[in-house]
Nanobody, 124 residues
Framework: QVQLVESGGGLVQAGDSLRLSCAASGRTFSTYSMGWFRQAPRKDREFVAAISWGGTTHYADSVKGRFTISRDNAKKTVYLQMNSLKPEDTAVYYC??????????????????WGQGTQVTVST
């Protein structure tokens, strides 16, 4: 079992940066592939970024070059550094875990565990 708790969301202006954190419980965190998804009002939850248990990363085209996913296995935490934020990045951001020992996972249905989400609002 893995429990995930996101933090770091907030209200920022366009062009600002935020760093989201996702703290995980469980002794096998290092073997899980992790992902970030987001869901804007009246839209489906969409893939943002993922990192495999081995450190391979993958990004949605809409965030490539602006967002960076990373993990600290000692702290059992995955991060999403978001730079040059745009109003269209406004959404609830969710952390998810898939595993064990999966390659990078971009498909929502392949994730087994989800956090409760953290709101990110980017104003103009």
């Amino acid at each position: 079992q893995v429990q995930l708790v996101e933090s770091g969301g907030g209200l920022v202006q366009a062009g600002d940066s935020l760093r989201l954190s996702c703290a995980a419980s469980g002794r096998t965190f290092s073997t899980y592939s992790m992902g970030w998804f987001r869901q804007a009002p009246r839209k489906d939850r969409e893939f943002v970024a993922a990192i495999s248990w081995g450190g391979t990363t993958h990004y949605a085209d809409s965030v490539k070059g602006r967002f960076t996913i990373s993990r600290d296995n000692a702290k059992k935490t995955v991060y999403l550094q978001m730079n040059s934020l745009k109003p269209e990045d406004t959404a609830v951001y969710y952390c998810a875990a898939a595993g064990p020992r999966r390659s990078v996972v971009t498909i929502k249905s392949e994730y087994e565990y989800w956090g409760q989400g953290t709101q990110v609002t980017v104003s103009t």
